[in-house]
């Protein structure tokens, strides 16, 4: 069933315009994720949703009801941001009861909500401090708590683990995973981080300045991204783009001249390119063979280790094969691989993404 629909959507501040004709649906219970840089828009979608934007045009549908002219209030939604906006003067307690208090519900009713959110986020011993008595990742799980208990058809959240340092924000995410796990609502969440998107998503959507530039699960953004903006954003770090120069193509084959190539050109399995087509491939870290016999199909690439990347279980090579950029290399911890050491890199055809001039994948899902 769907749950948030968004149909044209079209958003300008001032005469600038954002979104220029967003569709989504989202499904109930489902956990999507909206990831994007700085400025793609985030914010300004889940506002829209949650009725503290409007919208220059376009409907809104919150379970089957238009509420594109609906208050906040009325939309069933409740909202966690970044900033916990805790009121300083109320225990834990009082912060989370406070909005089910305004609404005049009953105070026996309150204590049941207030107890079982408490549960679900372990703060039934926290519930008479002051939010100054609490760290950072107790603080969120309040404001958290605050919104469990309005029980929300939709739960928005804006950026909610920036403020948290590297280990605190890794246990939030676990926590809000079980927290939708168990209670089974439909999430929106907002984020920079396209860690928090992979590991979180049931579904991501990649934003780019106001235009939606893929929907799928991260496992379809990852493998099959849709264009050199997913692509690049998706994957830490960051895939290795190389250029290349077409020098025939069939109808889904093409000849690639690559930039640096030992091998010289390659062939491809890619769609609609002509002779003269600047393309992009799209390598992943660890697609790449280093030093091993490179096979006659293979794009082969030799350079020397400029720097090598140590963290235990996996090393990152970054080669320097006299490209523009680094070719980061993901290998294993017992090749012994050093900085200075010549290499050689290899990575078979049906492991690159093509990607045509206008940055738009042209090559079929890798096997
Ligand atoms: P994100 O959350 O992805 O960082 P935002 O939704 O906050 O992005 O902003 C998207 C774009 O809209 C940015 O270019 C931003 O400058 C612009 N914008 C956001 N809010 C306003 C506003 N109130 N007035 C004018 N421009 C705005
Ligand atoms: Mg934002």
Redesign the pocket.
Known sequence: MTNVSLTEIKKSYGAVPLFENLNLEIASGEFVVFVGP?GSG???L?RMIAGLESVTDGVIEIDGEDVTYEEPSDRGIAMVFQNYALYPHMDVYGNIAFNLRLAKISKDEIHTRVMEAARILRLEDLLKRSPAQLSGGQRQRVAIGRAIVRKPKVFLF??PLSNLDAALRTQMRLEIETLHREIGATMIY?T?DQTEAMTLADRIVALDYGEIQQVGTPDELYNTPSNTFVAGFIGSPKANFLKGLVQSATENTAIVHVDGAASGAIEVKAENLKPGDHVQLGVRPEEFNLSLGALDESLVLMGHVETADRLGNITYAYVNAGLADLITVQTFQNRKIKAGEEVTLSVAQNRIDVFNPDGIRCSPAKT
Do not use: C, F
Request: aromatic share 0%; charged share 35%.
């Open positions: 700085s985030k914010s300004t889940l804006d950026e907002v920079h």
